[in-house]
């Protein structure tokens, strides 16, 4: 066991608050994590976003914060038994040591409802602090239960300056990193590595790790990490482009998007790929100005971009570029209009600046029993299917956020709130 080499993501894991890497909206002084932590309410939580963001490593930092017992299980390898053995000793040691156990949970989301239920009442009666991690978002992966008995905190992928900073404390680091080796590493590598990851630190490490391995020492005893060796030991091709070159060409394909321009779209996407983007970003906007610019002038659009998006995620290149060209070449002939996406700005204006309406008494859950001016419920489907009556609270009453435009299928649509009415585009 002496001799497992333990990898330098693993020994350079932040262990307390300071040496922690970004989420600064999470861990950041004025965060309710922070102060949660500093009165002593944190409770039970549910940390998601992508790997490599700190989820496992924060809970870690947490619990030994608190001077508190820490237990780390892995949801794939874990079952009921395991958890509950987990929680009768932690009842042992608050009863006697008057010590708090959290119970770090990753992959939370595999777990199933049976798994779920056997930490409910434990979390419930304070005998163990539940800290779930997971890569999906626990609304829709995990049980409500569960869910509703924790803080839920979202991780960003890592900035490039974040994952620099992390990396250079790796290379001086003599205790944990790599700073008893005569490393050299060029800017431009820590550049690479720390784009190249996607914001996954510990894809940055590894990378690094792997490039000062597997390099020789060179005539003046040092360890040269240039471009070269970064790039070939992350799985991913250097990016040809500089970051105002990368944003430029970016812009350019969604602009020859909303222009209609099949051979400019087609041309930067190319130019963006062949240069080492990931395809996946090319497809993830591709998505978004489906809905953005052509929106209900052509819904299908919104269908194959978003099957082009799979496609690529579980094809990779070559085989997934051919449905990804196929989406771009719909996209731009499509029709267009952004109707959806003004909708969508007048209704985050409203519900921002218009946070003390009621829902009129007819909506709710539970209508009271003296009736407004609004009178009772109208179900639909007594009418024929639609039938006029009023949604949006009074002050909204004649609120129109989604207006038609006169473009490809949106100029058929007939808007059942007013039939009569007339776009503006």
């Known amino acids: 066991m002496d001799n497992i080499r333990v990898p330098l993501a693993e020994k350079m894991r932040p262990k307390s608050f300071e040496d922690f890497v970004g989420q600064q909206h999470i861990v950041g002084k004025n965060s309710l994590l922070y102060r949660a932590i500093k009165f002593g309410t944190l409770g039970s939580c549910i940390f998601y976003g992508p790997p490599g963001t700190g989820k496992t490593t924060l ?39 008057g010590t708090d156990t959290f119970l770090i949970l990753d992959e939370c989301h595999r777990w199933n409802k049976a798994q779920s239920d056997c930490v409910l009442e434990a979390i419930e009666d304070g005998s163990i602090y539940f800290i779930g991690t997971t890569t999906e978002n626990p609304y829709t992966s995990m049980t409500r239960a569960i869910v509703s008995r924790c803080r839920v905190f979202e991780f960003k992928p890592l900035t490039t300056k974040d994952i620099i ?11 944990n ?16 590595l720390a784009t190249a990851c996607g914001g996954d630190l510990r894809a940055a490490l590894n990378g690094l790790e792997l490039a000062v391995m597997t390099s020789p020492v ?22 040809s482009l500089d970051e105002n070159m990368y944003y430029d060409f970016l812009s350019a394909f969604c602009k020859s998007l909303r ?59 070559p085989e997934g570029l051919i449905p990804l060209t196929h989406a771009i ?24 600046n218009n ?15 003296n009736k407004d001016n609004h009178g009772s419920y109208k179900y639909p489907h007594d009418y024929g299917g639609y039938v006029k009556q009023q949604y949006m609270p009074d002050s909204l009453k004649d609120r129109i956020y989604y207006i038609p435009s006169k473009n490809g299928k949106e100029k058929n649509l007939i808007r059942k709130k007013f039939r009569d009415y007339k776009g503006d585009n």
């Not at 790599?178 to 820590?190: Q, S, T, W, Y």
């Not at 400019?264 to 090319?282: E, N, T, V």
């Not at 731009?332 to 969508?344: D, F, I």
């Open 177 to 192: 990193g790599l700073g008893n080796l005569p490393v050299e590493c060029e800017d431009k590598a820590l550049e690479y």
């Open 355 to 369: 946070r003390d309406n009621k829902v009129p008494n007819h909506l709710k859950n539970h209508p009271s029993t």
């Open 259 to 317: 222009g209609c321009d099949v051979e400019g779209a087609l041309y930067y996407s190319q130019c963006l790929i062949k240069a080492g983007c990931d395809p996946m970003i090319i497809a993830r906007r591709l998505v978004a100005h489906a809905s953005e610019d052509v929106g209900m002038a052509d819904s299908n659009a919104l269908l194959l971009a978003t099957s082009a998006m799979y496609a690529v995620e579980k094809m990779g290149a």
């Open 165 to 175: 900073k992390a990396l250079k404390r790796a290379i001086i680091d003599k205790e």
């Open 218 to 239: 060179s005539k003046d005893k040092k360890i040269h990490i240039d471009l070269l060796t970064a790039s070939q030991s992350i799985d991913r091709k250097a990016l």
């Open 329 to 352: 070449i719909y996209v731009c002939e499509a029709e267009k209009s952004n109707s959806v996406v003004k909708a969508l700005h007048m209704a985050e204006d409203d519900a921002l």
């Open 59 to 97: 809970g870690n930092i947490i619990a030994n914060s608190l001077k508190a017992n820490y237990v780390k299980i892995n949801a794939v390898t874990s079952g009921v038994s395991d958890a509950k053995a987990i929680i009768e000793r932690a009842r042992q040691d608050k009863a006697l040591l």
